[in-house]
Nanobody, 124 residues
Framework: QVQLVESGGGLVQAGGSLRLSCGAS????????MGWFRQSPGKEREFEGA????????HYANSVKDRFTISRDDGKNTVYLQQSSLKPEDTAVYYCAAGRSEYVRTDTSQYEQWGRGTQVTVSS
C-alpha cells in the first residue's frame, strides 16, 4: 500500500521547537520532490515548504521562512520538517506530500500522495 505517515506533532509553548517526520511506504520518495502543508479549521490547506528530489533546493512560505527547515533522508524513506521559534499562528494540522514532477511546487494540485496529518498546537 502506498502510504505517507506524519508524526512528531504535539503541544508546545510559543518559542519552542518540534521536529515532524514523514515516513513513506509502498514507494520511494527519491523519485519525488516532497512538500509540507498545513491546515487550520475553516481555512484552506496552505503551502509551507518543499524540497527537491536531490535535496539541494528548498522553498518556503514567507510566514515560516527562517524558522522551518525541510530535510530528507532517502535511505530511511523519510522527510522531516524542523520547526523553530513556533508561534500560536503555526497551530494547524501538518501534512506531507509527494510531488508529481521533478520540480518544487507550491500548489496542492501538484502533489499526488498525501499523509493523514499530525497536529501541532502552539500555546501563548
Amino acid at each position: 500500500q502506498v502510504q505517507l505517515v506524519e508524526s512528531g506533532g504535539g503541544l508546545v509553548q510559543a518559542g519552542g521547537s518540534l521536529r515532524l517526520s514523514c515516513g513513506a511506504s509502498g514507494f520511494t520518495i527519491s523519485h519525488h520532490p516532497m512538500g509540507w502543508f498545513r491546515q487550520s479549521p475553516g481555512k484552506e490547506r496552505e503551502f509551507e515548504g518543499a524540497i527537491s528530489r536531490s535535496g539541494d533546493t528548498t522553498h518556503y512560505a514567507n510566514s515560516v521562512k527562517d524558522r522551518f527547515t525541510i530535510s530528507r533522508d532517502d535511505g530511511k524513506n523519510t522527510v522531516y520538517l524542523q520547526q523553530s521559534s513556533l508561534k500560536p499562528e503555526d497551530t494547524a494540522v501538518y501534512y506531507c506530500a509527494a510531488g508529481r514532477s521533478e520540480y518544487v511546487r507550491t500548489d496542492t494540485s501538484q502533489y499526488e500522495q498525501w499523509g493523514r496529518g499530525t497536529q501541532v498546537t502552539v500555546s501563548s
